[in-house]
């Protein structure tokens, strides 16, 4: 179940219009969202979602943010994620040699700086001395 409706989404992106697979978008930005807080901890409905508030509205947030994110990249799939380069005329692509180090991130950074300054993905220092 993803952790924004279409009719957030919309809100979200408002005045810009909404895709046509925003309820797939959603969908998928849900699962990243549930990929990067594995292992974390709190109270859900029988749907699963967040019963605190707070919690779902950055949950909320952070899915539209993500959600956002695919449409632009026009790539839903990752498929495309290690392009370097395209060309529409005669369909040229040409693919970088490595995922490692090169290639379009999956996740938005938009939405990994909301989930850091929110507490969610918590950066422990490692404190020497």
């Known amino acids: 179940m993803a952790y924004a409706t279409v009719q957030e989404f919309t ?5 810009d219009a909404v895709p046509a697979n925003a309820a797939r ?13 594995i292992g974390a901890v709190y109270k859900t409905d029988t ?3 967040p019963t605190d508030p707070a919690l779902a509205a950055v949950f909320r947030e952070a899915v539209c943010i993500q959600a956002h994110y695919i449409s632009a990249l026009g790539d839903e799939t990752g498929a495309n994620a290690n392009v370097n380069q395209m060309h529409v005329g005669n369909q040229r692509v040409f693919r970088a040699l490595s995922l490692v180090g090169g290639g379009t991130p999956r996740i938005s950074p938009d939405m990994l700086a909301l989930l850091q300054t929110s507490g969610l993905l918590p950066i422990n220092p490692i404190v020497w001395g």
């Open 25 to 37: 978008l959603l969908s998928r930005a849900s699962t990243k969202l549930d990929q990067l807080l």
């Open 11 to 15: 809100d979200y992106l408002d005045p």
């Open 47 to 49: 749907d699963g979602l």
